[in-house]
């Protein structure tokens, strides 16, 4: 027993077992109350494992070290393994340090963390970290300038003395929030200032902080800064891509703020676009954005890519990119994930280590502060993370994968972990063939981020390679052969080193009938079979031959039934294929439903690999081919002209004969005197061979042809008689459906006809009654309008007639009196005149819905159509010269003689004649009155015969129609004409006229 640091802790908290002595002699001793602490060999305090470390409980029952240098420890609600050597160490909430850490930084032996609730330091006693006074809000970077200590804050800057904070320029309204701070090169008494606006500089002075003011053409927000040799600036933004910023400095290089200029480079310059982190190694700046790491051409103005330091993925935001240089040389590089360490080496490339970071791999680390001693600092989304260079871990330490349990059938354990023979090899087992399903558990006692281990198996005699790399711990097997096996796992930790193999033995036992003695009573069993098999062999050979003269004579009868019974089987089925085909084709009454069945249907009977069917027009002289295919594809439509006596469809159509060829070449001139293949073209743009073999049947209706049908095939001798046969009977078949369908169109188009006639009555019937309304409401407007018109009239008078008299006695009212009665006089003036205008546009309406009245569905008589609109032209054209002399307008006439006279309603006609003609005259004058240079107003006139009907043209050149209104123009009582001069039903009455009286069109075009 000795004197140690600990004496007092362990008598307050109750020692408990004897402890346990480390790999490198130091003491572990636990207590009741207050965890185990670390003694050296002389018996001073090393370290204190508590709930503030980590621990689920302070009472520690029992202390096992194992050969890893971890320490175990057995506490009163569960197991706790310690990692006393560690070089890692985690800084956390339990430790004073919470929230994120920004930046890192050590200052005359005090080690700080900016965070975003403030600023905290590094207690040595108590290894804990506590919050620096005067700064309780996000912080963001350091600054050692001289003696002094500085942080960027965003409530602005301030100087850190030891756990205090003073100001050294606040934000007010946001004017200095901080990011970064970087002293210049050639001015050590100068701090320039990253702020989220802009860049500012401070200036030390005589024992104060002199602000030297903010750049005024710089607005980024400023996240990273190097100072240049020369006294400029690289400076790396949050978005907005690179700034480089110089100065001009007097004799006693004070800089000009000023007078800074600055270039800013994004994507025209080689750079990605967002922005970028900017950072100094041995001299160099590297810019960093998420899509790679990045060095400056000078020469060329442009950045180039560099992937020297790109050797860990990127999380995408530029304020967790950090690349540092240690005092060693070594590179630290984190682009959010994945930090690593390089070692230069000779030739100027990095040895890169990356396994001691394996296990906070996948946290964000926002900033690495290597210090000078070998300790480097990492600072987390969730505190500091201590790392001690100068002690590496062995990471290839050995290992071994630990079979743990093996289970054969549903749950029976053959083997569990511990039970292992001298040499470290699990014993062997044997499996009946019934339990051949085995599940293999196991494990690796390797703790390093234990969840990232993973497992490799292989099986002997069953699986052909090692299965792939899995986080599983399990591996099943099912229908297992019978055989030998041998089980095989090894482990791979988070460093990648992989485990030596584990292995155990078992042999899955045949099932009886696959046994030894199971097969020696098979080939008895079979000889016995193979004796009695002889004997009664040789007794049914006896049996055949005695019967093999009379089964062939059975034989030849039944062969020649057979036959008989086969023809007549097939002409059976041909018939009521035919009959069938037959009820298809004629059950239709269109014509072209009726060729695709017809098609179908001789594709089971021949070799139809051309079909085509033709509708023969004697009136024309042609064949019309409807439907003609090759090879299912179809042609391009054609007729052929009867005329032309060298075709074997005018050849059948005249003589009403078949043509029956097999070999065209050889046969053709028993029906033509010329044969040339016309080589038609398919809809696809294909050719199709010459047909070698064919048949044309006329189809023939009542001593009528109806057209043709044809097979044709590019074999010789593709048809017989037989084939002659079924295709006349189909012919038949299709003379009979094309009839009844041209007697359904005939009987269809006079029914149509009978409808068209019935609507046409009953809208004429209609438009009377409606006619006969419209004059009794006509005539019982007109009366009280006409006096609203005359009385609006004589109003305007009387009230010029009272201006007349008040006029002498002006003098003797007032001035505003005067005015007052002028106004008022004024007003009843103008109203007066208001209610005339709008009495003769309602009039005018009146007397439009009376001549739609008595526009009574006229008879209709033979008229001359050029002439009824010649005469409309001439109405309009003098009517409209009568109301106004200054109206003159060209006229074009094109009228075609060849209309002749047709049926109309003459009176009815020439009203739509009319209507149109004063439209276009109104359109062309009011655009004349415009001014429109040198417009010539112009009607055209034309009429044209196309066909069954005649087409009249209006035309003039006026300002046109616009497209808002255009479907507007047909509707009742709708006008673009000013109040008084148009009602709005000319255009809806001509087009009731047109559409539902002659049954004719009316359309627009502008």
């Not at 922005?275 to 051409?297: H, K, L």
């Not at 470290?424 to 281990?453: C, G, H, K, M, W």
């Not at 001139?669 to 743009?685: H, V």
């Not at 001035?815 to 106004?823: G, S, T, V, Y």
Request: proline share 4%; net charge neutral.
């Amino acid at each position: 027993p000795f004197k140690t640091a600990a004496d007092e802790f362990v008598k307050a908290n109750l020692l408990y077992q004897p402890g346990a002595i480390l790999q490198n002699g130091s003491m572990v001793l636990g207590t009741l109350l207050g965890g185990a602490v670390i003694l050296d060999k002389e018996g001073r305090l090393l370290q204190k494992i508590d709930m503030t470390a980590g621990l689920l409980d302070n009472s520690v029952l029992c202390v096992y070290p194992d050969r890893a240098g971890a320490l175990w420890l057995g506490l009163g609600n569960g197991i706790a393994r310690v990692e006393t050597g560690a070089t890692l160490t985690l800084y956390d909430a339990r430790r004073g340090l919470s929230g994120n850490v920004y930046r890192i930084h050590r200052h005359q032996g005090i080690l700080y963390a900016a965070g975003n609730v403030g600023v905290f330091y590094l207690d040595a006693p108590t290894s804990a970290f506590k919050p620096v006074t005067g700064i309780a809000n996000l912080s963001l970077g350091f600054l050692s300038a001289g003696e002094q200590l500085l942080a960027a804050t965003v409530d602005g800057v301030y100087r850190i003395q030891q756990e205090r904070a003073f100001p050294v320029r606040l934000s007010a309204q946001k004017d200095f929030e901080s990011n970064v701070l970087c002293r210049s090169r050639i001015d050590s008494t100068r701090v320039f200032v990253g702020l989220f606006n802009g860049l500012a500089s401070l200036r030390f002075s005589q024992g104060h902080w002199l602000e030297e003011g903010k750049l005024p053409n710089l607005q980024e927000e400023v996240r990273t800064i190097v100072s240049l040799e020369n006294g400029g600036l690289w400076l790396g933004t949050s978005a907005q891509g690179v700034l480089r910023v110089t100065f001009d400095y007097n004799a006693s290089e004070h800089l000009f703020v000023q007078s800074a200029r600055v270039q800013r480079f994004g994507t025209a310059h080689g750079l990605p676009e967002g922005g970028a982190a900017v950072w100094e190694i041995a001299g160099t700046p590297y810019f960093i954005s998420p899509n790679g790491v990045f060095r400056f051409d000078a020469q060329n103005n442009r950045f180039i890519a560099d992937s020297t330091f790109q050797i860990v993925s990127s999380l995408g935001s530029v304020d967790a990119f950090t690349l540092r240089q240690d005092n060693r040389g070594r590179v630290w590089v984190c682009f959010g994930r994945e930090p690593a360490m390089g070692t230069p080496r000779p030739d100027g490339s990095y040895q890169w280590l990356q396994a001691p970071f394996v296990r906070f791999a996948d946290e964000v680390i926002q900033t690495i502060y290597p210090e000078n001693d070998g300790v480097v600092w990492f600072g987390s989304a969730y505190g500091a993370i201590r790392y001690d260079s100068r002690q590496p871990p062995d990471y290839a330490e050995n290992y071994t994968t630990l079979i743990r349990r093996v289970i054969v059938g549903r749950d029976s354990v053959v083997y569990v972990g511990g039970h292992e023979t001298q040499n470290r090899q699990p014993l062997a087992a044997s499996i009946t063939y019934n339990d051949n399903a085995v599940r293999f558990e196991f494990a690796a006692p390797t703790f390093a981020q234990e969840e990232r281990n993973q497992y490799q198996t292989f099986l002997e005699n069953f699986d052909q390679a090692w299965a792939p790399w899995s986080a599983e711990h399990v591996k099943e097997y099912t229908n297992l052969p019978p055989g030998e096996y041998r089980f095989r796992v090894k482990a791979k930790n988070s460093h990648g080193h992989e485990s030596a193999a584990a292995e155990f033995a078992f042999a899955v036992l045949p099932p009886w009938y696959r046994t030894w003695w199971a097969y020696a009573g098979y080939a008895l069993l079979l000889g016995m079979l193979i004796f009695a098999a002889d004997r009664l062999q040789r007794r049914r050979l006896l049996r055949k031959e005695r019967a093999r003269a009379h089964l062939r004579e059975v034989e030849l009868r039944a062969e020649s039934a057979e036959a008989l019974a086969k023809a007549e089987s097939e002409r059976k089925k041909n018939i009521e294929l035919l009959s069938e085909m037959g009820k298809q084709i004629t059950a239709s009454l269109d014509s072209d439903i009726i060729f695709h069945k017809l098609y179908e249907h001789v594709n089971q009977l021949a070799d139809a690999t051309i079909f085509g069917v033709g509708i023969y027009h004697p009136e024309q002289r042609q064949i019309e081919y409807r439907l003609a295919l090759a090879k299912g594809k179809r042609y391009a439509p054609y007729t052929r002209d009867t005329r032309n006596k060298n075709q074997f469809p005018v050849w059948c159509i005249e003589h009403r004969q078949p043509v029956f060829i097999n070999d065209v070449q050889q046969e053709y001139q028993r029906y033509i005197a010329e044969f040339k293949d016309p080589q038609r073209i398919l809809e696809d743009g294909s050719r199709p061979e010459t047909p070698q073999s064919l048949i044309y049947l006329p189809l023939v209706s009542q001593e009528r042809v109806l057209g043709i049908i044809t097979i044709q095939s590019f074999q010789k001798n593709a048809y017989t008689p037989f084939h002659l046969n079924l295709m006349q009977n189909l012919a038949a078949y299709t003379s009979i459906a094309l009839d009844n369908a041209d007697a359904y169109r005939r009987l269809d188009a006079t029914l149509q006809h009978l409808k068209a006639t019935q609507q046409q009555l009953v809208t004429q019937e209609k438009l009377a009654s409606l006619g006969a309304l419209t004059a009794g409401i006509a005539h019982e407007i007109k009366n009280p309008l006409n006096f609203v018109n005359n009385f609006a009239s004589l109003l305007v008078e009387l009230a010029e007639e009272l201006r007349d008299e008040l006029a002498p006695e002006q003098h003797a009212l007032s001035a505003e009196k005067r005015a007052a009665l002028d106004e008022i006089l004024a007003s009843v003036q103008q109203n007066s005149q208001k209610i005339v205008e709008h009495g003769k546009r309602a009039d005018s309406i009146v007397r439009s819905m009376l001549q739609l009245s008595r526009g009574k569905a006229g008879e209709r008589e033979p008229a001359d159509i050029n002439a009824l609109l010649d005469e409309a032209l001439n109405l309009t054209y003098h009517g409209l010269r009568a109301r106004d002399t200054s109206f003159n307008i060209r006229i074009e006439k094109q009228y075609d003689d060849a209309i002749g006279k047709i049926e109309v309603v003459p009176q009815d006609l020439q009203r739509v004649f009319l209507n149109l003609i004063n439209n276009g005259c109104y359109a062309v004058h009011q655009k004349k009155l415009t001014g429109a240079g040198n417009f010539s107003p112009t009607i055209s006139l034309q009429t044209r015969l196309l066909g069954d009907h005649v087409e009249i043209r209006i035309r003039d050149n006026g300002n046109g129609i616009p497209p808002d209104i255009r479907e507007k123009i047909f509707n009742p009582f709708f006008t673009t004409k000013p109040t008084g001069q148009g009602t709005g039903l000319g255009l809806s009455i001509s087009y009731d006229i047109i559409v539902q009286e002659h049954k004719g069109e009316i359309k627009v075009e502008t």
